[in-house]
């Protein structure tokens, strides 16, 4: 597998995963996927049936399998070894015709199948560090018409996001404090509610 320098630590912390974490994963994500991020996805989308959906960063592949059991033709794409093994492990337990492939999104390459009619990346580009690779890539597997969906942390949550993105390559810290400041192009802080 070809993958950016950039990019090689966080798929390393990825592939630490528990594996028990793996299992007790509910079937539709943690509650912030479960009841905001995937019926927001799903709404995007509309009727699944007969959609060629990529999942870029696929992760334990939960969503792929929401994705295909809606009837949708699915690929999902994720670097990190664990993550990828077990969702071809559930693939294996029950068939849903997922096809899973070991890639880094910013080095995507060929794949067999183009044009789809979706590339969905859920919390992913903000965990890639060579995103804007990854962002291109997951473009041109679109078919003419087709859409990106993507989910990115709100920075409200990350007090130092871009600090944090610049030193790490990708979002760590968590806090609603950020919230309420906003900082002008002048470099005042104001409080906003």
């Given at each position: ?19 028990d ?8 994500g ?5 009841y905001?991020?995937?019926p927001?996805i ?21 969503l ?7 009837g ?5 794409v ?18 849903l ?28 580009l ?10 291109a ?9 087709g ?14 996001a ?8 990708r ?5 609603t ?10 470099g ?6």
């Amino acid at each position: 597998m070809d993958i950016s320098p950039a990019n090689a630590s966080n798929i390393e912390a990825f592939d630490d995963v528990d594996e028990d974490f793996l299992a007790d994963w509910d079937p539709e994500g943690d509650p912030g996927r479960k009841y905001l991020l995937n019926p927001t996805i799903m709404g995007m989308l509309g009727p699944l049936a007969g959609q060629r959906i990529l999942d870029a960063g696929c992760g334990q592949g939960y969503l792929s399998r929401l994705l295909a059991a809606a009837g949708a033709t699915v690929i999902g794409v994720e670097p990190a070894g664990r993550l990828i093994a077990y969702a071809r492990r559930s693939e294996q337990r029950r068939p849903l015709g997922i096809e899973y492939l070991q890639r880094d999104l910013s080095r995507l390459g060929a794949i067999e199948s183009t044009g789809f009619d979706a590339v969905v990346a859920n919390m992913v580009l903000l965990d890639i560090a060579d995103w804007e690779e990854a962002m291109a890539n997951c473009l041109a597997v679109l078919r003419a018409g087709g859409r990106l969906v993507f989910s990115l942390l709100h920075p409200c949550w990350a007090p130092d996001a871009l600090a944090t993105w610049a030193d790490r390559g990708r979002v760590e810290a968590l806090s609603t404090s950020s919230h309420m400041r906003h900082e002008s192009r002048t470099g005042s802080t104001s409080t906003t509610r």
